[in-house]
């Protein structure tokens, strides 16, 4: 017997299959009620075992070439290995995992056009190698519900055309289709599966059905689209990102409209969330990073299909105490139909989500809109993207089943990454994912993109996106695909780990490709521990490992801590130094020669390969995560200027630097560590300080933070950690005066040559000083040398190399509103810098002494 979706063999290409079964067993390939194909024991080529690393140990078994001609009309049926004894008595059978011999005989597929095309008149085109009938179901835009298949009066089916070589089947149309709704009807040996077109553009509210819909069509596009200007093009190596989430945005901001809250046409009015994204880009942001945007499962897009938490009259959040957990109950109970989601399930790669939408069924246009707005302000747009997961196998599995999603090795589909993980090491999921992207670049222009858990990509197909976009000129395409950025999450784990399937789109394997990736390393120094830790009170430089220790049992004896400060100090200067693993520290090890947590800490082969950050969407803010860390006595004046300290780690690093929208704000979700499904009270941006921060909202969802909660409970409720708007104000003008301070000099974009440039002093424990020779660099500045003092005492940093010199504090601190940071001092005769406690700052070399 076998079990329900079992598949243990492996159908690798037309010749072989793999399988760990008995090679003295006679063995075939039962296809269908008539088909088999005789399978012989044979040998793994060393390109097999490359190509399928996992299956090296596997049995080889080659399809008789007598029976070669049977292959492409078995693969139409359901395909069963079956091994029998020397008494041809039944020893094994299992189902068999396909997309290897798909991908080998219908390699063509790889360059066949795909999905709605056409200008005048439409046509369709539909990858289905496996299907034995592929037709198009057209409806009637009046024929009854669009929020999924029906078969109603207005439904007119039309057959499809199989080109045997690519498995591709299309359909010609007629210009009456276009603004039609249409599904697939895709027959299979089991029965017949109505989806929707994974290539499609446009779908119905909630994404039942696709839409076929011409996107150089005026009807799609707001005024002056053809003529956006956009910003100028800034290095990868140069990049300020804010990682904004399109509903967080406006969702609480009172000059909002209500209607508009929450929605793509929020980031085009005068509101206080834009003035202040104004702001930020004149003082030297440069780009937007947008939490997911494209078609996602988990918000209904209708608005009145939602149920939202405070509809509740027990639901009146403002009215409870701030370490309550009632907040948190009612945020649960409408979870899962409020208007709230990170997004991170999608549902169709290749179109925006309805619900940031006024009207789901203008999507296009006012995503759009809001791009044009952004690039208005100043700002380019990133998108994060999510092409190594799907919300479930519905949409793409029913086309090719077995195909589009990874699957392990007894045939179930692999999770590792949180939901149905997708396989772009196969050759079709691979074209959708760089598809894809080259239709938000050409279609949107989209500035840059974002890869979620990359690390279960191959390089491959990041370096196949990077190609891609590389092609897209601005005559022929309307955009710059070179001044395109990519970064991403470039984590190693899951079943692809180590890797046991392809090489990786992972943090040291992407060095040398100009793909950015996250660095957690600087991250975990700054903060302290890892965003994992059972107690969250682990300290680090930024959190009070320099001399304010919070007594937690966690963070060891002071011996303890002095090491793991200096291990932490090392990790920072490596980030400052753009993370390469080929820098070399005071210490005289290179970066590759310094362990974090048994991996090498550098990976770099460039700056612009590592993107800095000390917060982002993921696990607590940087103030909650201070809120936790630093001694719960810490004045609020101490905890800002340890907010600004922190960010400036990442401001003032070389590569690029990306900061959680509201952490210039000391924004707080109070203490939620995973906010993906928390409500907008868990998730408020609030551009009103009189409204606070978000801290004391309550004890977080019970899902993500119950065993912190007895951690939580006395911090939320103590009235002191709760910023008024002269801290939130401080925050945000140190935030600003860092930014201007990055943008103000090459000395934080030296690119290759940071190697012979940027250097580090001695320098006490809690103490990081950094040099930078920006001789023949900066017209105005022969050098640039900052000091993080993160202790609790002034400090004297002596720096041999600039007595005598001309020094001063960087104009635009020398101007601060911090009192404090102006009291930063340099003396020309011992070349010393005095820097206050809990302070950052930078001084700068005049070119002519003097």
Same mark, same amino acid.
């Given at each position: 017997?076998?079990?329900?979706?079992?598949?243990?063999?492996?159908?690798?290409?037309?010749?072989?299959?793999?399988?760990?079964?008995?090679?003295?067993?006679?063995?075939?390939?039962?296809?269908?009620?008539?088909?088999?194909?005789?399978?012989?024991?044979?040998?793994?080529?060393?390109?097999?075992?490359?190509?399928?690393?996992?299956?090296?140990?596997?049995?080889?078994?080659?399809?008789?070439?007598?029976?070669?001609?049977?292959?492409?009309?078995?693969?139409?049926?359901?395909?069963?290995?079956?091994?029998?004894?020397?008494?041809?008595?039944?020893?094994?059978?299992?189902?068999?995992?396909?997309?290897?011999?798909?991908? %080998?005989?219908? +390699?063509?597929? @790889? /360059?066949? =056009?795909? *999905?709605? $095309? !056409?200008?005048?008149?439409?046509?369709?085109?539909?990858?289905?190698?496996?299907?034995?009938?592929?037709?198009?179901?057209?409806?009637?835009?009046?024929?009854?519900?669009?929020?999924?298949?029906?078969?109603?009066?207005?439904?007119?089916?039309?057959?499809?055309?199989?080109?045997?070589?690519?498995?591709?089947?299309?359909?010609?149309?007629?210009?009456?289709?276009?603004?039609?709704?249409?599904?697939?009807?895709?027959?299979?040996?089991?029965?017949?599966?109505?989806?929707?077109?994974?290539?499609?553009?446009?779908?119905?509210?909630?994404?039942?059905?696709?839409?076929?819909?011409?996107?150089?069509?005026?009807?799609?596009?707001?005024?002056?689209?053809?003529?956006?200007?956009?910003?100028?093009?800034?290095?990868?190596?140069?990049?300020?990102?804010?990682?904004?989430?399109?509903? %967080?945005?406006? +969702?609480?901001? @009172? /000059?909002? =409209?209500? *209607?508009? $809250? !929450?929605?793509?046409?929020?980031?085009?009015?005068?509101?206080?969330?834009?003035?202040?994204?104004?702001?930020?880009?004149?003082?030297?942001?440069?780009?937007?990073?947008?939490?997911?945007?494209?078609?996602?499962?988990?918000?209904?897009?209708?608005?009145?299909?939602?149920?939202?938490?405070?509809?509740?009259?027990?639901?009146?959040?403002?009215?409870?105490?701030?370490?309550?957990?009632?907040?948190?109950?009612?945020?649960?109970?409408?979870?899962?139909?409020?208007?709230?989601?990170?997004?991170?399930?999608?549902?169709?790669?290749?179109?925006?989500?309805?619900?940031?939408?006024?009207?789901?069924?203008?999507?296009?246009?006012?995503?759009?809109?809001?791009?044009?707005?952004?690039?208005?302000?100043?700002?380019?747009?990133?998108?994060?993207?999510?092409?190594?997961?799907?919300?479930?196998?519905?949409?793409?599995?029913?086309?090719? =089943?077995?195909?589009?999603?990874?699957?392990?090795?007894?045939?179930?589909?692999?999770?590792?990454?949180?939901?149905?993980?997708?396989?772009?090491?196969?050759?079709?999921?691979?074209?959708?994912?760089?598809?894809?992207?080259?239709?938000?670049?050409?279609?949107?222009?989209?500035?840059?993109?974002?890869?979620?858990?990359?690390?279960?990509?191959?390089?491959?197909?990041?370096?196949?996106?990077?190609?891609?976009?590389?092609?897209?000129?601005?005559?022929?395409?309307?955009?710059?695909?070179?001044?395109?950025?990519?970064?991403?999450?470039?984590?190693?784990?899951?079943?692809?780990?180590?890797?046991?399937?392809?090489?990786?789109?992972?943090?040291?394997?992407?060095?040398?490709?100009?793909?950015?990736?996250?660095?957690?390393?600087?991250?975990?120094?700054?903060?302290?521990?890892?965003?994992?830790?059972?107690?969250?009170?682990?300290?680090?430089?930024?959190?009070?490992?320099?001399?304010?220790?919070?007594?937690?049992?966690?963070?060891?004896?002071?011996?303890?801590?002095?090491?793991?400060?200096?291990?932490?100090?090392?990790?920072?200067?490596?980030?400052?130094?753009?993370?390469?693993?080929?820098?070399?520290?005071?210490?005289?090890?290179?970066?590759?020669?310094?362990?974090?947590?048994?991996?090498?800490?550098?990976?770099?082969?460039?700056?612009?390969?590592?993107?800095?950050?000390?917060?982002?969407?993921?696990?607590?803010?940087?103030?909650?995560?201070?809120?936790?860390?630093?001694?719960?006595?810490?004045?609020?004046?101490?905890?800002?200027?340890?907010?600004?300290?922190?960010?400036?780690?990442?401001?003032?690093?070389?590569?690029?630097?990306?900061?959680?929208?509201?952490?210039?704000?000391?924004?707080?979700?109070?203490?939620?560590?995973?906010?993906?499904?928390?409500?907008?009270?868990?998730?408020?941006?609030?551009?009103?300080?009189?409204?606070?921060?978000?801290?004391?909202?309550?004890?977080?969802?019970?899902?993500?933070?119950?065993?912190?909660?007895?951690?939580?409970?006395?911090?939320?409720?103590?009235?002191?950690?709760?910023?008024?708007?002269?801290?939130?104000?401080?925050?945000?003008?140190?935030?600003?005066?860092?930014?201007?301070?990055?943008?103000?000099?090459?000395?934080?974009?030296?690119?290759?040559?940071?190697?012979?440039?940027?250097?580090?002093?001695?320098?006490?424990?809690?103490?990081?000083?950094?040099?930078?020779?920006?001789?023949?660099?900066?017209?105005?500045?022969?050098?640039?040398?900052?000091?993080?003092?993160?202790?609790?005492?002034?400090?004297?940093?002596?720096?041999?190399?600039?007595?005598?010199?001309?020094?001063?504090?960087?104009?635009?601190?020398?101007?601060?509103?911090?009192?404090?940071?102006?009291?930063?001092?340099?003396?020309?005769?011992?070349?010393?810098?005095?820097?206050?406690?809990?302070?950052?700052?930078?001084?700068?070399?005049?070119?002519?002494?003097?």
């Amino acid at each position: 017997m076998i079990r329900e979706g079992e598949a243990r063999a492996h159908w690798i290409d037309r010749d072989t299959v793999a399988w760990q079964v008995d090679p003295s067993f006679e063995h075939a390939l039962a296809c269908g009620a008539e088909r088999v194909i005789r399978l012989s024991p044979g040998t793994l080529s060393d390109g097999q075992r490359s190509a399928w690393p996992h299956l090296a140990s596997y049995t080889a078994l080659k399809v008789d070439p007598r029976d070669a001609g049977l292959v492409r009309e078995a693969l139409r049926e359901r395909v069963l290995a079956v091994a029998r004894d020397g008494s041809g008595e039944l020893a094994a059978a299992t189902g068999v995992q396909l997309p290897g011999v798909l991908d %080998d005989l219908y +390699a063509g597929a @790889a /360059t066949a =056009p795909l *999905g709605p $095309r !056409g200008r005048a008149v439409p046509r369709l085109s539909l990858w289905a190698p496996t299907a034995r009938k592929v037709e198009l179901a057209l409806y009637d835009p009046t024929d009854g519900p669009t929020d999924g298949p029906t078969h109603g009066r207005g439904r007119s089916v039309h057959p499809m055309r199989r080109d045997d070589e690519t498995g591709v089947w299309s359909v010609r149309g007629l210009p009456a289709w276009w603004g039609r709704e249409y599904t697939f009807l895709v027959t299979h040996h089991s029965g017949t599966n109505e989806v929707t077109d994974p290539y499609g553009l446009a779908v119905t509210p909630d994404g039942g059905r696709s839409r076929l819909v011409d996107l150089d069509g005026p009807a799609l596009k707001p005024p002056g689209w053809d003529r956006l200007a956009k910003p100028p093009a800034v290095p990868q190596h140069r990049a300020t990102i804010y990682e904004l989430h399109v509903r %967080d945005f406006s +969702a609480s901001d @009172a /000059t909002v =409209p209500a *209607g508009l $809250r !929450g929605t793509y046409a929020a980031f085009g009015l005068d509101s206080a969330g834009m003035r202040e994204l104004r702001a930020l880009a004149e003082d030297g942001l440069t780009h937007v990073h947008l939490l997911p945007v494209f078609d996602f499962a988990t918000v209904p897009e209708r608005r009145a299909d939602r149920t939202e938490p405070d509809c509740d009259p027990d639901c009146d959040f403002a009215a409870l105490p701030p370490d309550s957990r009632r907040q948190q109950e009612c945020v649960a109970r409408t979870a899962a139909t409020d208007s709230f989601n990170w997004g991170y399930d999608p549902l169709h790669y290749t179109v925006p989500e309805g619900s940031y939408a006024t009207d789901p069924d203008e999507r296009i246009k006012e995503f759009r809109a809001m791009v044009a707005a952004l690039n208005g302000a100043g700002l380019r747009v990133v998108m994060d993207v999510v092409y190594n997961h799907t919300h479930s196998t519905g949409v793409l599995d029913p086309i090719v =089943p077995g195909y589009y999603h990874r699957l392990l090795a007894d045939g179930a589909v692999a999770d590792s990454t949180c939901c149905p993980n997708t396989a772009p090491e196969h050759t079709m999921m691979g074209r959708l994912v760089v598809d894809s992207v080259v239709t938000w670049a050409r279609q949107y222009k989209i500035d840059g993109f974002r890869f979620d858990l990359m690390g279960h990509h191959p390089k491959a197909n990041l370096l196949a996106v990077r190609r891609a976009l590389d092609e897209l000129t601005v005559d022929g395409d309307g955009v710059d695909g070179r001044s395109i950025i990519l970064y991403g999450e470039g984590w190693n784990f899951g079943e692809v780990a180590d890797g046991a399937r392809f090489e990786q789109a992972t943090q040291a394997n992407l060095a040398g490709t100009g793909i950015g990736t996250f660095t957690d390393r600087l991250r975990d120094a700054v903060r302290g521990g890892t965003p994992f830790e059972a107690d969250p009170r682990v300290q680090g430089f930024g959190s009070g490992l320099a001399g304010a220790p919070n007594g937690a049992p966690v963070n060891g004896t002071a011996e303890q801590q002095r090491a793991r400060l200096a291990g932490y100090t090392d990790l920072i200067k490596l980030g400052l130094a753009g993370n390469l693993r080929d820098y070399v520290l005071p210490s005289g090890k290179k970066g590759s020669e310094i362990d974090y947590n048994g991996a090498p800490a550098g990976y770099a082969a460039e700056p612009g390969e590592t993107v800095s950050y000390v917060d982002a969407h993921d696990n607590e803010t940087l103030f909650d995560a201070l809120a936790y860390k630093l001694p719960q006595p810490t004045p609020m004046a101490d905890r800002v200027r340890m907010q600004v300290l922190s960010l400036a780690t990442v401001l003032l690093a070389q590569g690029t630097a990306f900061v959680h929208a509201g952490s210039e704000r000391l924004r707080s979700k109070s203490l939620d560590r995973n906010s993906f499904d928390s409500g907008d009270w868990f998730n408020r941006l609030l551009w009103d300080c009189s409204l606070g921060n978000g801290f004391g909202g309550g004890l977080p969802p019970r899902a993500d933070n119950e065993p912190r909660w007895p951690y939580a409970g006395p911090l939320l409720a103590d009235p002191a950690l709760l910023p008024g708007c002269a801290a939130i104000g401080e925050c945000r003008a140190g935030f600003g005066e860092l930014l201007r301070i990055r943008a103000s000099s090459p000395a934080f974009a030296l690119g290759s040559e940071v190697r012979e440039r940027l250097t580090f002093a001695d320098a006490a424990d809690g103490v990081i000083a950094m040099h930078v020779d920006t001789s023949g660099l900066d017209p105005r500045w022969s050098s640039v040398t900052v000091v993080f003092n993160a202790t609790p005492a002034t400090q004297v940093q002596r720096m041999e190399r600039l007595a005598g010199r001309s020094v001063v504090l960087h104009p635009v601190q020398a101007v601060s509103g911090d009192a404090v940071v102006r009291e930063s001092a340099f003396d020309p005769d011992t070349g010393t810098l005095t820097v206050p406690a809990r302070t950052v700052a930078v001084f700068v070399a005049k070119t002519h002494p003097g």
